[in-house]
T-cell receptor, first 112, second 116 residues
Framework: GDSVTQMEGPVTLSEEAFLTINCTYTATGYPSLFWYVQYPGEGLQLLLKATKADDKGSNKGFEATYRKETTSFHLEKGSVQVSDSAVYFCALKWRSASKIIFGSGTRLSIRP | GAVVSQHPSRVICKSGTSVKIECRSL??????MFWYRQFPKKSLMLMATSNEGSKATYEQGVEKDKFLINHASLTLSTLTVTSAHPEDSSFYIC????????????FGQGTRLTVV
């Protein structure tokens, strides 16, 4: 069945470091792909999304490109801040379906 | 973006009591809402799909008599944890789909339930 695999955390970086959080998916066809962020004690917020191959989603300095050939949607940011410390979830959803399939989440901690 | 409001954000209850969690769509109508449970340092587990005006659809392994879901209006779904036990302590999150063809999900801020 469809699934999403994320790199295991926690990931700890220094402020201004480059961030990559890997995400790959297993699905037939072209689902929409998402990154959600969960700050401590809060629900999930949509960070960015891409709905078709080669689309690039971006928001708050974060980017992810929908790569059909590698079935990946890696999250990147050129210079992280302490305020980026959170748990990040990669997810996929079919346009015709209501269910969202989440990855296991990656906890990111940024040191000042 | 759309706003989904969840209440309460935190609740502590005694074993054996029931707790109701509300999920409201504030600026849109949601015929379908979802309830998730999140264990510490784990991903979200979909518990059930709440359908306005009809019975909820529960995922395999989720006790429908323990987790009662009611979706009586287009802006409100409730999750009631009945006869709560300490193992029910968790973070519960609701969400609703919005946008053309329901392509985007918005989430409530979550409810931390602690059963003592």
């Amino acid at each position: 069945g469809d699934s999403v695999t994320q790199m295991e955390g926690p990931v700890t970086l220094s402020e201004e470091a480059f961030l990559t959080i890997n995400c790959t998916y297993t699905a037939t066809g072209y689902p929409s792909l998402f990154w959600y962020v969960q700050y401590p004690g809060e629900g999930l917020q949509l960070l960015l999304k891409a709905t078709k191959a080669d689309d690039k989603g971006s928001n708050k300095g974060f980017e992810a490109t929908y790569r059909k050939e590698t079935t990946s949607f890696h999250l990147e940011k050129g210079s992280v801040q302490v305020s980026d410390s959170a748990v990040y979830f990669c997810a996929l959803k079919w346009r015709s379906a209501s269910k969202i399939i989440f990855g296991s989440g990656t906890r990111l901690s940024i040191r000042p | 973006g759309a706003v989904v409001s969840q209440h309460p954000s935190r609740v502590i209850c005694k074993s054996g009591t029931s707790v109701k969690i509300e999920c409201r769509s504030l600026d849109f109508q949601a015929t379908t809402m979802f309830w998730y449970r999140q264990f510490p340092k784990k991903s979200l587990m979909l518990m059930a799909t709440s359908n306005e005006g009809s019975k909820a659809t529960y995922e395999q392994g989720v006790e429908k008599d323990k987790f009662l879901i009611n979706h009586a209006s287009l802006t409100l779904s409730t999750l009631t944890v009945t006869s709560a036990h300490p193992e029910d302590s968790s973070f519960y999150i609701c969400s609703a789909l919005v946008g053309q063809a329901n392509t985007e999900a918005f989430f409530g801020q979550g409810t931390r339930l602690t059963v003592v």
